[in-house]
C-alpha cells in the first residue's frame, strides 16, 4: 500500500496538497520546500517538473516553471536531490509533469526511478486516458505509483465513471474551465458542479485544484470533496519569501486554520 | 497508404496528447466534422466560398523565364492569389463553416506570419463572429501590416509573451484560452499540427490545392501527376494540401523545405527533420527541436511562418518512411530566391514561400521533369524584411 491509499485511508477530509515546481525560487530548494511543507501540517506534496510548453498552466506557473529551467533544473537533476529525501519526508508525494520532458528520460527508467526513490503517484495532464491503458498502466502498476487523471467541469458523467475505473489514488477535479491560477473565489455553478461529482460516489478520493487559494476557497471545495490542492498561490508566496520556511508554514496554516 | 488511422496517427506520429479539460472539444470535433463536411449542404457553402470569396481555382501558371534558368518545366500554383494572401484561407473557410454548424459563438486562433490571422479575421468578419487571435510579440513587430489588417477586420490580436514570442508561444497561449472557454469557442489551428482531428481536418480543406494541380496539370499537359511537387514546411498546411492527392502517387517526388535559418549548426535554425526526434507538442506526437531533457528549443527563422520548432505529424511521417525528401533552405538563399523570382517573374513571393523556391537549387531532376511550386503566399507582408535585407 503506497502513502496515497494509507493518507486516505487515515484521512477523508479536508486534505491539503501542495504544488510546487522543482528549482523554483532557487535551484537547490526542493528539499527544503518538501520539509517545510510537511511541518506545515499539509497532507501530500506535489512536485511540479518544469516543462517549457505547460499549456495547461496559467502565468503564476508558466513563469515558476522557466525560472526553475533557467536555474537548471531538469528531471535528472530532480532525481539526484530526491536522493534519499525519505529520511527526511514522510508524507505521499506526487510528481506533475508534461509528458515531453518524461517521454524523452524514458518512461519505464522514469516509473523504476520514482518507485526507488519513493515517489507514490503521477499526474501528467496531457497524457490521455486511452493512451495511458494502452502504453503505461502496467508499467506504472509494476512499480507500485499510482495514477491520477483530471476531470473537469465538461467531463461528461460516463467519462468520470472510466476515469475512476482506472484510476488509483484520488481524481484531480479542475474547479472550473481554466487553466491553472485563472479565477478566483467559487461560484455557485462550480459548487453545482462539485455536488453533482460528490453525488456520484466514485470509488477514488476526489480533491479539488484550479482557483484554490486560502482557507476560504479550500475549506468551501473541502465541503464537497475529500480535500483540494493549492499550487499558483502557494508559487506566489514561494516567489515573495524572504524565509522559506516561515513563510510557508505561516501560509499553510492560515489555510488550515 | 499514406492515410491517417483510426486514433489519429500517420505510423508512429500524431494521436491526441491533450490534457483532459480540452478532451470534451477535441471529441466533439472528432465525432462530427466528418460527418459534417461530407454533407452536400457543407459542400456546396463551402466550394461556393472558395470561388466567389476566396477566388478559385487558383491558377496554374507556366513559369517559363524561371523555367529557363533551371532547365525543367516549372509550374506555380499560385494560392498567392487567394483572398487574403495565401493558401491559409482554404482553411479557414472550412472551419469557419463548421464552427457554425456546431453552434460556437467565438473564434480564436493563433498566428506565426499573420496570414492564418488574417484568414481567420477574414472569415469571422464574413460570418460575423467574434475573433481573438494569438500572436508571438517578436512575430507582431516583423509582420506588422498584418496585424493592422486583422485589426481593421475587427479582430483583437492579442500578443503572446512567453518563451521567443513567436508562433510555438502563440499556439500555447491559444490552447490555454480554450481551456478557459471550451464551450462556446472553436479553435480554428492554421496548420496541419495539434491534436487529432485538427492535422487531418486542415490537410483536408488545404487539399482542394492539389486537386486543382491534378485537373490544371491535365489540360495543360495532359498528364494529371507532374514529376515533382515543391513546397515550404513551417507546420506544414500547405505542403500538406499540395501533396495531399499525391502521397499515393509514388512516381510524385515530394519535396519539403524546411527553413534553416543562419544553417543547420548555427543553433538558430527551425530545420525540424534534421534538428528534431521524436516528441510530443502541441497535442500531437511528432519530430520535436528539444534539448536531451525534453525541452522545446528555441527555433528561428528568417520567416514567422516557418518559425516553429515541430512539424505536422504527416510530414514527419513521410520524413520517417522516405516518401518526402527534406531540404533545409538558409534565410540568406530564401531571401536571394525571393528577389530571384520577383525580378524573373514579376511575383514578391512570401519569404515562406522563397525557400520552396531555392529547393530548385537543392535536388536533382531531369531537363524535361515537370515541376509544381506551390506559391503559398505573397511577399506584401514581408516588404520590411526584404528591404531591410536587400537594401532597397
Not at chain 1, 479539488?208 to 468551501?220: L, M, P, Y
Not at chain 2, 490555454?176 to 492535422?199: A, E, K, M
Request: glycine share 10%.
Amino acid at each position: 500500500m503506497n502513502r496515497i491509499h494509507t493518507l486516505f485511508k487515515n484521512k477523508q477530509e479536508r486534505v491539503l496538497s501542495i504544488y510546487f515546481t522543482a528549482g523554483f525560487p532557487k535551484l537547490e530548494n526542493t528539499v527544503p520546500i518538501m520539509e517545510a511543507i510537511e511541518a506545515a501540517g499539509a497532507d501530500i506534496i506535489e512536485i511540479g517538473v518544469p516543462y517549457s510548453d505547460p499549456i495547461a498552466d496559467g502565468p503564476t506557473i508558466q513563469d515558476s516553471n522557466l525560472i526553475a529551467l533557467e536555474n537548471g533544473m531538469s528531471l535528472k537533476k530532480l532525481f539526484a536531490q530526491l536522493e534519499g529525501f525519505r529520511e527526511k519526508v514522510n508524507l505521499p508525494v506526487v510528481l506533475m509533469g508534461y509528458l515531453n520532458p518524461i517521454i524523452q528520460y524514458g518512461m519505464e527508467e522514469f516509473c523504476k526511478k520514482c518507485q526507488e526513490l519513493g515517489i507514490d503517484g503521477l499526474i501528467l495532464p496531457d497524457l490521455p486516458m486511452h493512451q495511458y491503458l494502452e502504453e503505461f498502466k502496467e508499467l506504472f502498476e509494476q512499480y507500485g505509483l499510482s495514477n491520477t487523471f483530471l476531470i473537469s467541469p465538461q467531463t461528461s458523467e460516463k467519462r468520470i465513471r472510466e476515469i475512476d475505473e482506472h484510476s488509483d489514488g484520488f481524481i484531480y477535479m479542475v474547479s472550473s474551465h481554466s487553466i491553472t491560477g485563472a479565477k478566483s473565489g467559487i461560484s455557485d455553478e462550480q459548487k453545482a458542479y462539485f455536488k453533482r461529482v460528490k453525488d456520484m460516489n466514485l470509488k477514488n478520493p476526489r480533491l479539488i485544484g484550479f482557483g484554490i487559494s486560502d482557507a476560504d476557497t479550500f475549506h468551501t471545495a473541502s465541503s464537497f470533496s475529500n480535500g483540494a490542492i493549492i499550487g499558483s498561490a502557494f508559487i506566489k508566496v514561494l516567489k515573495e519569501s524572504k524565509n522559506l520556511e516561515t513563510d510557508i508554514k505561516e501560509y499553510i496554516q492560515s489555510v488550515i486554520k | 497508404m499514406i492515410r491517417v488511422d483510426e486514433k489519429g496517427f500517420y505510423g508512429k506520429f500524431g494521436g491526441a496528447y491533450i490534457p483532459e479539460m480540452l478532451h470534451p472539444n477535441i471529441e466533439e470535433l472528432k465525432e462530427n466534422y466528418e460527418q459534417i463536411i461530407s454533407t452536400e449542404e457543407f459542400k456546396t457553402e463551402f466550394n461556393s466560398l472558395l470561388r466567389d470569396f476566396v477566388g478559385r481555382p487558383t491558377p496554374l501558371y507556366l513559369a517559363s523565364r524561371l523555367s529557363d534558368k533551371y532547365g525543367a518545366k516549372i509550374y506555380l500554383k499560385r494560392e498567392d492569389l487567394c483572398h487574403t494572401g495565401a493558401h491559409k484561407v482554404n482553411n479557414t473557410v472550412g472551419q469557419i463553416i463548421l464552427a457554425k454548424k456546431l453552434g460556437k459563438k467565438r473564434i480564436i486562433a493563433e498566428t506565426g506570419a499573420g496570414q492564418h490571422g488574417v484568414a481567420t479575421a477574414t472569415v469571422c468578419a464574413l460570418m460575423g463572429m467574434d475573433c481573438t487571435v494569438y500572436m508571438g510579440e517578436l512575430d507582431i513587430q516583423r509582420q506588422r501590416p498584418n496585424v493592422e489588417r486583422m485589426k481593421i477586420l475587427g479582430a483583437k490580436v492579442v500578443p503572446a509573451t512567453s518563451g521567443s514570442k513567436t508562433l510555438k508561444d502563440a499556439t500555447n497561449e491559444a490552447m490555454r484560452q480554450w481551456i478557459n472557454n471550451p464551450v462556446d469557442t472553436h479553435y480554428i489551428i492554421g496548420s496541419v499540427v495539434g491534436p487529432h482531428p485538427y492535422p487531418e481536418m486542415v490537410a483536408k480543406f488545404q487539399s482542394v490545392i492539389s486537386e486543382e494541380i491534378k485537373t490544371q496539370l491535365k489540360e495543360k499537359e495532359g498528364r494529371e501527376n507532374p514529376d515533382l511537387v515543391i513546397a515550404c514546411v513551417g507546420g506544414g498546411s500547405n505542403a500538406a494540401g499540395a501533396f495531399y492527392h499525391y502521397y499515393n502517387v509514388p512516381e510524385v517526388r515530394l519535396i519539403a523545405a524546411e527553413a534553416a535559418g543562419l544553417g543547420i549548426s548555427s543553433g538558430k535554425s527551425a530545420a525540424t527533420t534534421v534538428l528534431g526526434t521524436m516528441g510530443i507538442l502541441h497535442g500531437s506526437k511528432t519530430l520535436l527541436m528539444q534539448t536531451e531533457d525534453g525541452q522545446v528549443v528555441e527555433p528561428h527563422s528568417i520567416s514567422a511562418g516557418l518559425d516553429y520548432p515541430g512539424i505536422g505529424p504527416v510530414h514527419a511521417h513521410l520524413y520517417d518512411i522516405g516518401r518526402g525528401e527534406f531540404v533545409a533552405v538558409e534565410d540568406e538563399d530564401a531571401m536571394k530566391a525571393g528577389v530571384e523570382l520577383s525580378r524573373l517573374e514579376g511575383i514578391i513571393p512570401a519569404i515562406e514561400t522563397s525557400h520552396a523556391i531555392h529547393a530548385l537549387n537543392m535536388i536533382e531532376y531531369k531537363r524535361d521533369d515537370i515541376i509544381v511550386i506551390n506559391l503559398s503566399g505573397r511577399g506584401d507582408k514581408d516588404l520590411d524584411t526584404y528591404i531591410k535585407w536587400g537594401g532597397y
